[in-house]
């Protein structure tokens, strides 16, 4: 599997990143999520993906983009029915705020889902066992790999069946792998806490001063912030805070 | 590889998940860190290892326990002196809260770390580019191989290497891999949500219900703990609350 698969990234320049405005101004949050945008797309390209954006206006960037002011469901949904995904024709959907992802952490999207590097023969997608993946030992890819985030949302997705469609909402992994099965679809669900980790409020943002390497954790470093630790989890704190 | 693989899991039936005290009352803290000890040292049967606990006081289990009440780094290095691990004798150490872990993402962690089912060239566990990790396409297992948590924590860990010492504190998963590295350790940074998400504060009971399939789940929906899906991320309410 050499070529390139396509992927979409949604992304609202319009309201970003609403549940940090306890901690960046408007323009701020513009900015992170742009940086968080660009280290997704350079982990994308380097997991042998062809990014797109799929954006509710323009965004001025040198990157292929459809522009869509519909809610997200449904402008993913109207790709999907665009792309018509298939085995040989996949196509992935991967949200611009996983700034802890990495080329390595996006190619495990693509597949082979056999095994994930494992031997063991659980298949931890499907505690119900009533899985259509064959457990374990396959190497073809899944016709739906699902990343699920921290609160059981969909970060990331890759789609080789026709028929599988979104609704994206809180916990909705756990639908779209019942919405996969329901279709006779194989599933895999991806173990990776670079691509759970979505960064949305004040706390996520030590995720990335801890893991992220790239251009939101520059940003930052560069806005004043540092790691902070205390009693419980580490926090962060700004230059001038309290 | 067919040998089971020593696993330390450490646990501290006196004072069990105080960052809980707003939501369990000391008695149900200690059922529930009970569940999650029993999910972990079966999900750790289940990928072949042979664990034992290590505990600041008798548990009554029937399970192999060392007993040490020195603080969790002076216990766990303890042990590590007393294995001696070696590439044939290696020694796991896995958190008893880590209520999503599963056979497979935990055989993850016993290796090869070689690629994690990818094919990326790029090493996630080293974004500053000087690992002694060959990228990549090794085979063998890691010297060291640690599961980061939320917050930078080291969740799980394995070693190979007679050397290594651990240091427990807050974001311990960089100094770990930054400490295997100075002895000349090959490292591997293991990337899975489940180990990652270790269980200390009420907001992380939503991973357990969303995630967990075992006694843990069992012990919050027993409980009355149901999932709320708000604005933000999802949360947990309980039967009575509010």
Chains 1, 2 share one sequence.
Do not use: C, Q
Not at 217 to 224: K, P
Request: charged share 30%; glycine share 10%; net charge negative.
């Amino acid at each position: 599997m050499t070529d390139r698969v396509d992927a979409l990234v949604p992304f609202s320049p319009d309201r970003p990143k609403t549940r940090l405005s306890d901690t960046l101004s408007p323009a701020e949050r513009r900015d992170f999520a742009d940086a968080m945008l660009t280290d997704v797309l350079a982990a994308l390209e380097g997991a042998g993906f062809a990014p797109r954006v799929l954006t509710t206006e323009p965004t001025g960037r040198d990157v292929p983009e459809t522009v869509d002011d519909r809610p997200l469901t449904e402008a993913v949904n109207a790709a999907l029915d665009a792309h018509d995904p298939g085995p040989e024709s996949p196509l992935a959907v991967v949200m611009a705020d996983l700034a802890l992802a990495t080329p390595r952490a996006l190619a495990r999207l693509r597949g082979p889902h056999g095994g994930d590097g494992s031997t063991a023969a659980a298949d931890s997608s499907d505690p119900a066992g009533d899985s259509s993946d064959p457990a374990g030992d396959s190497s073809d890819p899944a016709d739906v790999a699902i990343a699920p985030g921290r609160g059981g949302g969909t970060n990331a997705l890759l789609v080789r069946h026709p028929e599988f469609r979104v609704d994206y909402h809180g916990a909705s992994s756990l639908d779209h792998l019942r919405a996969a099965r329901d279709l006779g679809a194989t599933v895999h669900e991806l173990d990776s806490r670079r691509l759970a980790t979505d960064i949305d409020e004040r706390e996520d943002l030590a995720e990335v001063l801890i893991s992220g390497d790239g251009a939101a954790r520059d940003w930052l470093v560069e806005a004043g912030f540092r790691l902070e630790t205390g009693d419980g989890r580490v926090t962060v704190e700004r230059n001038g805070d309290g």
